[in-house]
């Protein structure tokens, strides 16, 4: 995180070089929603089945039930020297909330031919959280995994750095970003990217000179999970949420 360090460093002596008005200081309240895209892989891959090697196509796929989360942020907004053009700077913290069921499915066609190999199998698996792919020992039978699906909570510290275009007098527009830790999960925490950065996209409308509501889409680049030696190759999931924020500005 040194580099984000230096970037924020950097940017707040622009903000004091260019910056023609007062520094406006504010504090942000907002409710979440997450919205997490499902993902489903495929993949032909090499295993072990009943102790003997065999070829197998192996799907997995995780479905996530989007929950609501909320979050508090605070900094500052300072004019420059383009009109309308406003930059902003914040820190704050941000708890997400979602639950994921994951189904892996193993079909391997068998051999006839080699009475040593096994014979055809189809193994799905059912189960709550997330998996990237089979492990290289695949269970026999057909184990199903059915129960109700756990909510995982995830906190985030990040800062905001960004800026704001006034398309009217009362409306602005934004692009950020967002250098972000993970700071807690209720799910094991050895199996998320603990760092990473975000994008943010707003739109502010001011109530009167104290009071604005802030609508903004936030998207991690980073992907969620930490990736596993048997993850089927495809895309991972990515945390992003849409918020609806009350910003109070002070002066």
């Not at 040194?2 to 910056?19: A, D, H, P, Q």
């Not at 508090?72 to 700077?89: C, H, W």
């Not at 800062?159 to 009362?170: C, D, E, T, V, W």
């Not at 943010?200 to 009167?208: R, Y």
Request: with cysteine; net charge positive.
């Amino acid at each position: 995180m040194r580099t984000s360090k230096t970037v924020f460093c950097l940017l707040l002596l622009f903000l004091v070089y260019t910056g023609y008005g007062q520094v406006h200081w504010f504090i942000r309240p907002e409710g979440n929603f997450s919205l997490i895209r499902k993902t489903g892989n495929t993949g032909a891959y090499d295993v072990i089945i009943d102790n003997q090697p065999t070829r197998a196509t192996i799907t997995a796929g995780s479905a996530f039930n989007n929950k609501w989360g909320a979050g508090l942020s605070g900094g500052f907004m300072i004019p420059t020297a383009v009109k309308r053009l406003l930059l902003e700077a914040a820190a704050g913290v941000v708890m997400t909330n979602d639950r994921v069921r994951t189904t892996l499915r193993f079909i391997s066609p068998g051999d006839p031919t080699r009475l040593e190999m096994p014979g055809a199998r189809h193994i799905t698996m059912e189960f709550d959280g997330y998996a990237g792919g089979f492990p290289e020992v695949v269970p026999s039978g057909n184990p199903v995994q059915s129960t109700a699906p756990g909510c995982v909570s995830q906190v985030y510290t990040q800062l905001n750095i960004g800026a704001k275009y006034h398309i009217f007098k009362k409306t602005a527009l934004g692009l950020g970003v967002s250098p972000y830790l993970l700071v807690n999960s209720s799910g094991s925490r050895e199996n998320y990217r603990t760092a990473g950065f975000a994008g943010q996209a707003k739109t502010e409308q001011m109530l009167n000179d104290r009071f604005a509501l802030q609508a903004s889409f936030t998207h991690h680049f980073s992907k969620t999970y930490k990736e596993q030696p048997y993850d089927v190759p495809g895309r991972k999931p990515k945390m992003q949420y849409a918020s609806l924020g009350l910003s109070y500005y002070f002066n």
